[in-house]
């Protein structure tokens, strides 16, 4: 079956606009995730969903960003202001649970990512 | 706080060398433990996991121990091949949350 998949694979953007990243996640998967990663560095959390709710937001570095899932399903990342510091690229994953629900281990996929560069 | 640190890369070896990437972690409670893998290129796929101490996780030649006494993930292959270069993260999931935490990746290139 289809994989996590993310658009705009590339985004170039003018310091001080807005964007919004798209995600769609694997057919079934209620738990949606997003990292961002910086050149040379892991992925870093910003946000998990557990169906159409943010289960946590902790990873968000500031309220420029913000993340909605309004039907569980389909999810995007706002980003108001860029700034150039927030160039990275943008990871989504889903699971089919979280382990808060099952008790057990999921494993997140992820997508290809979104390359962001705020000039 | 929880964390994963990794040794620094870039790792060269010649095909059919022996690897060892490590992988130490901190963290509260009982994660559970991930190798990821970044082809150039392409995006991230796991690569083998293990739940609880003592079990061991492998994939197409790859293998990791989940050692709690010394708090090790150390990943292995017995040889290598140039279509194993790639870009290796290790990670936790901790059980107080929904999120992975990730090592700063370790670049394997492999030469024929």
């Known amino acids: 079956g289809a994989g996590v998949s993310q658009t705009p694979s590339n985004k170039v953007t003018e310091k001080g606009k807005y964007v919004e990243l798209r995600c769609d996640p694997i057919s079934g998967h209620t738990a949606l995730y997003w990292y961002r990663q910086s050149l040379g560095q892991g992925p870093e959390f910003l946000i998990y969903?557990?169906?159409?709710?943010?289960?946590?937001d902790s990873g968000l570095p500031n309220d420029r960003f913000f993340a909605v899932r309004p039907e569980g399903s389909v999810s995007t990342l706002k980003i108001q202001r860029t700034e150039r510091g927030d160039s990275a690229v943008y990871l989504c994953?889903?699971?089919?649970?979280?382990?808060?629900?099952?008790?057990?281990?999921?494993?997140?996929?992820f997508g290809p990512g979104t390359r962001l560069l705020v000039l | 706080g929880n964390s994963v640190t990794q040794m620094e890369g870039p790792v060269t070896l010649s095909e059919e060398a022996f690897l060892t990437i490590n992988c130490t972690y901190t963290a509260t409670g009982y994660p559970s433990l991930f190798w990821y893998v970044q082809y150039p290129g392409e995006g991230l796929q796991l690569l083998l996991k293990a739940t609880k101490a003592d079990d061991k996780g492998s994939n197409k030649g790859f293998e990791a121990t989940y050692r709690k006494e010394t708090t090790s993930f150390h990943l292995e292959k017995g040889s290598v091949q140039v279509s194993d270069s790639a870009v290796y993260f290790c990670a936790l999931f901790y059980n107080q949350g929904g999120k992975l935490i990730f090592g700063q990746g370790t670049e394997l290139s492999v030469k024929p």
């Open positions: 994953a889903s699971s089919l649970t979280s382990r808060l629900q099952t008790g057990g281990q999921e494993t997140q996929y």
């Open positions: 969903f557990q169906g159409t709710g943010a289960a946590d």
